[in-house]
């Protein structure tokens, strides 16, 4: 995030950093694009991703492996949105 910023930033802190395996780098672009593309339900729950709006990145990125790389994206929201209700808790 912080590599991406017009200029470039360094990380505030160490726990900010993370050094993606090059494999994961065009998942982690994804979702970074479309984490807040999500579905809800009841009383405004988030249950999951769009994957629609997953689906719209990826073809405008080009990705080739796009199962491979929807899974890692919805691996991570998931990730995240289990992490969120647990603080919520």
Not at 2 to 10: D, I, N, S, T, V
Not at 25 to 44: D, K, P, S
Not at 61 to 77: A, E, M, N, P
Request: charged content about 25%; overall charge negative; some cysteine.
């Amino acid at each position: 995030m912080y590599a991406e910023r017009k200029p470039p930033q360094e990380p505030p802190c160490e726990k900010c950093w993370v050094d993606l395996l090059p494999e994961n780098h065009e998942a982690a672009e994804v979702y970074m694009e479309t984490r807040n593309q999500f579905i809800t339900a009841g009383m405004g729950q988030v249950v999951d991703i769009s994957i629609p709006a997953i689906k719209i990145v990826m073809d405008l990125y080009g990705i080739q492996d796009q199962k491979k790389c929807l899974h890692k994206v919805r691996s991570t929201f998931h990730h995240f949105l289990k992490d969120q209700k647990h603080e919520n808790n």
